[in-house]
């Protein structure tokens, strides 16, 4: 017992270390366009992976100019698992702030474990150009840590974005990632451009459309709706033609807060869920400040009584 003990101690070093590798090109055949695995929030997943969504907070960090419709003060958390392994799991955080002419972002996202993982932060700006166009940008710095000597020290890339309000229910927008050639920094991130649609068609449902463009790789569609089905209730669905994958998902508002969760498959590889909880502040002040002005008027109506 005490011989069998010592060989599994001696062992688990070993295991992390091939669990680690095995990780490490895993991501590099799953994430090879988004190498931290940032995937917005559960709505977007429930979608089939559809960024530019109405009025959404973590659209904003998906195509910056998204920022420009943002009016109220968002913050939200998303965790992420794919295929039902931990290790391969999510953490992000973001934050908007409306300030003055501008909209102001910051996200953080973390993906893997203590002996593999890929953090990106990233602060954002976006603002209305015009009746028609509204533009955003961001600022990205991205690492990544293993147990090998083979550490990321960390690279400084941006992204853009800009929307077209065509229409009062149709917008179509335009978003590239890592605009500057790997070859001034010698750096391995992939270079993205992708286009979207989104058609409002009634108050109750709206479709998307996008078509992503990776450098060195061939484009793949995506395709999203997403419907009020009861009052609060959302239901949603999509496809994502990178990996043949289905997702649906839900969600449900409830005052200031709103809960989404998402499922997306993969044709080899099984299923991705996702959970996000996004606050509006500024309807906690609203609901707040409603609260305190009935309870003023119930106490004057007891007061007018009690003459």
Same mark, same amino acid.
């Given at each position: &017992?005490?011989?069998? %003990?010592?060989?599994?101690?001696? /062992? ?9 590798? /095995? ?15 940032? +995937? =917005?929030?559960? *709505?977007?997943? %429930? ?22 419709? !943002? ?7 998303? #965790?992420? !698992? ?27 996202? *973390?993906?893997? #474990? ?20 509204? =533009? ?8 990544? +840590? ?20 065509? +229409? ?9 990632? !890592? ?21 409002? /068609? ?9 078509? +992503? &463009?990776?450098?060195?790789?061939? &484009? ?72 305190? *002005? ?5 106490? !004057? ?7």
């Amino acid at each position: &017992m005490y011989f069998s %003990g010592t060989i599994l101690k001696q /062992l688990f070093p070993l295991q992390k270390i091939i669990v680690s590798h /095995l990780l490490f090109f895993l991501s590099l055949n799953c994430l090879a366009g988004d190498p931290f695995c940032f +995937k =917005g929030s559960a *709505r977007e997943t %429930g979608t089939g992976g559809i960024c530019l969504l109405d009025n959404d907070t973590w659209s904003s960090f998906k195509n910056q100019a998204a920022l420009a419709f !943002n009016h109220s003060i968002n913050f939200g958390f998303n #965790y992420e !698992n794919r295929f039902g392994i931990k290790e391969l799991g999510t953490r992000t955080a973001c934050l908007s702030i409306p300030y003055g002419k501008v909209s102001l972002g910051a996200i953080y996202s *973390r993906f893997g #474990y203590s002996d593999f993982r890929r953090e990106l932060f990233g602060a954002a700006c976006g603002m209305t150009l015009s009746k028609v166009i509204s =533009g955003g940008i961001q600022i990205d710095y991205i690492t990544e +840590k293993t147990i090998s000597e083979y550490n990321n020290p960390g690279i400084l890339t941006c992204e853009a974005g800009v929307i077209l309000t065509i +229409k009062e229910n149709l917008k179509a927008g335009i978003h590239l990632f !890592n605009p500057i050639p790997n070859s001034l920094r010698r750096s391995g991130l992939i270079s993205e451009l992708e286009t979207s649609v989104v058609l409002k /068609l009634n108050e109750s449902l709206f479709a998307a459309a996008e078509i +992503k &463009m990776r450098m060195g790789q061939i &484009m793949f569609i995506k395709t999203g709706f997403e419907y009020d089905a009861y009052r609060k209730f959302k239901v949603r669905g999509g496809f994502n033609s990178e990996n043949n994958s289905f997702c649906f998902g839900i969600g449900y508002e409830a005052g200031p807060a709103r809960i989404d969760i998402g499922f997306a498959t993969h044709e080899k590889l099984g299923v991705t869920s996702s959970i996000s909880m996004t606050f509006d502040i500024n309807s906690i002040n609203h609901k707040v400040h409603k609260d305190l *002005r009935k309870e003023r008027a119930d106490i !004057n109506l007891y007061e007018a009584w009690q003459l």
